[in-house]
């Protein structure tokens, strides 16, 4: 069946520096790829996403390219702040409704 | 889009009890998800919920432990059955479709 694998964490940051979470999945065909954001205490918010290989979402300042090559999804940002930290979630819908979630990463970003 | 609101919002339980969460949604959608996000986890599906059939539960899942109604396609409820401790999670429903799923903002349990 469809996983998806996502780096553990926490990752501890400092201000301002660079952030990669990395995302690897498996699947057949050809799915959708998803990073959800859960901030301290509320719900899942979509954060980018990416349809077709070689697709780039972005979105607050965070990226992440869809690479078909390497099954890979990895969530960039070149300069984090205190507000992103926060649990972020790899998933990947293939051809249907439901949601496959990695396992989450927490993201603490200190000043 | 879709907005989801979710109650209750959270709740402190006891063992034994059995919790009603519910879920509407601002637009007609031929399926709702349920999951379940255990503390620290990451989010497990408990089951697919359609207008007008049974729910469909994943592995692992019941339906005497969660029954599921689904009444019309905009509302659904989850109950969480004969409490535990270890039922103790944030539960979610969620709905979309291939290019993006919407997420209510959970019901936090806490059994005790």
């Known amino acids: 069946g469809d996983s998806v694998t996502q780096m553990e964490g926490p990752v501890t940051l400092s201000e301002e520096a660079f952030l990669t979470i990395n995302c690897t999945y498996t699947a057949t065909g050809y799915p959708s790829l998803f990073w959800y954001v859960q901030y301290p205490g509320e719900g899942l918010q979509l954060l980018l996403k990416?349809?077709?290989?070689?697709d780039k979402g972005s979105n607050k300042g965070f990226e992440a390219t869809y690479r078909k090559e390497t099954t890979s999804f990895h969530l960039e940002k070149g300069s984090v702040q205190v507000s992103d930290s926060a649990v972020y979630f790899c998933?990947?819908?293939?051809?249907?409704?439901?949601?496959?979630f990695g396992g989450g990463t927490r993201l603490m970003v200190k000043p | 889009s879709a907005v989801i609101s979710q109650k209750p919002s959270r709740d402190i339980c006891q063992r034994g009890t059995s919790l009603t969460i519910q879920c509407q949604v601002d637009s007609q959608v031929t399926m709702m998800f349920w999951y379940r996000q255990q503390p620290g986890q990451s989010l497990t599906l408990i089951a697919t919920a359609n207008q007008g059939s049974e729910a469909t539960y994943e592995s692992g899942f019941v339906i005497d432990k969660f029954p599921i109604s689904r009444p019309n396609l905009t509302f659904s409820t989850l109950t969480v059955s004969n409490m535990s401790p270890e039922d103790s999670s944030i539960y979610l429903c969620?709905?979309?479709?291939?290019?993006?799923?919407?997420f209510g903002q959970g019901t936090r349990l806490t059994v005790v």
């Open positions: 998933a990947l819908n293939n051809a249907g409704n439901m949601l496959t």
């Open positions: 990416a349809t077709k290989a070689d």
């Open positions: 969620s709905v979309g479709g291939l290019t993006e799923a919407f």
